[in-house]
């Protein structure tokens, strides 16, 4: 299998894998110059491989998407057994500012919304599940959407979230009511297949989408908590709670995240954390 064969089974679009092939040759058009093949590549070479595309006039953001592709690029000669390593997997470049997480709710302020929401608002009980997996599953909106009866087994308890090219699959575990919910919810709607989320189709009216239902829902959440903003904002306290409780790796495989560094973003867990972040990369004159 090609890079670019590899790429197409990960579901890249055409756009991202010409990209990611031009950088990808250009790293081992640089390989064959010093005698080297990709299987042989150290982390040295990929440090002396930065230092190369330096010296070139390339700009910061430039190496840092190079980087991106040599992951990529790595862990494909990984899934192929030409090697076992992924000497890029570490290597970041200095000055680019990472976006931090902000406007975090607590774990006990997304319970007590979820716990309110049905009582104080009438809604379906399709939106009380969609909450449900925003806040105990951190699953993002998309993820909501491509979701299927099929991937809810409810004798184990657990959720099956189908990866993409940008997110990995994994098995979440559901909390006892949620459970309970979907259970009820499976029965009433007779599900077995087909999207697990659909809005209810109202008489004379025009069906929702599943994006138009979540965005209803937000508003209804915003009176209940005029600190909500939108799901991503759920996911991304959901995540920064989950730091707190398990290591990093463990948190990497619950938010779906293909690369360690993407979840590590989220570390920043109190003020004086983001205040230092802030700091290093903008700091005052």
């Excluded at 055409?14 to 005698?35: C, G, K, M, V």
């Excluded at 997480?101 to 919304?113: F, G, T």
């Amino acid at each position: 299998m090609t890079f670019e064969q590899y790429l197409q089974d990960k579901r890249y679009s055409p756009h991202t894998i010409h990209h990611y092939r031009l950088y990808a040759d250009l790293f081992t058009d640089w390989l064959s110059q010093e005698q080297l093949t990709g299987e042989q590549a150290a982390y040295n070479d990929v440090i002396a491989f930065m230092r190369y595309l330096n010296e070139k006039g390339k700009s910061k953001k430039m190496v840092h998407s190079q980087l991106n592709v040599l992951r990529h690029y790595f862990t494909y000669l990984i899934s192929e057994g030409k090697r076992e390593d992924n000497p890029a997997a570490g290597v970041y470049v200095r000055g680019i500012v990472r976006k931090l997480p902000s406007n975090l709710l607590s774990m006990e302020e997304l319970e007590e919304l979820y716990q309110c929401y049905q009582v104080q608002i009438n809604v379906d009980p399709g939106k009380k599940i969609m909450l449900g997996l925003l806040v105990y599953q951190g699953l993002q909106a998309e993820e909501i959407n491509r979701l299927e009866a099929v991937h809810i087994h409810l004798k184990e308890g657990k959720a099956f979230i189908k990866g993409t090219s940008y997110s990995n699959e994994r098995w979440l575990p559901l909390q006892a009511h949620q459970v309970v919910e979907l259970q009820q919810y499976l029965a009433v709607h007779r599900l077995r297949e087909g999207p697990l989320l659909a809005p209810p189709v109202r008489s004379n009216a025009s069906p929702k989408s599943l994006h138009n239902w979540m965005k209803h829902m937000i508003v209804q959440l915003q009176k209940l908590n005029p600190k909500i903003i939108n799901a991503n904002q759920i996911r991304n306290s959901v995540i920064t709670f989950w730091l707190q409780r398990y290591n990093l790796r463990q948190v990497q495989y619950m938010a779906g995240h293909k690369y360690v560094s993407s979840t590590e973003r989220y570390q920043v867990l109190n003020t004086d954390d983001l205040q230092n972040e802030l700091q290093k990369h903008h700091p005052m004159s």
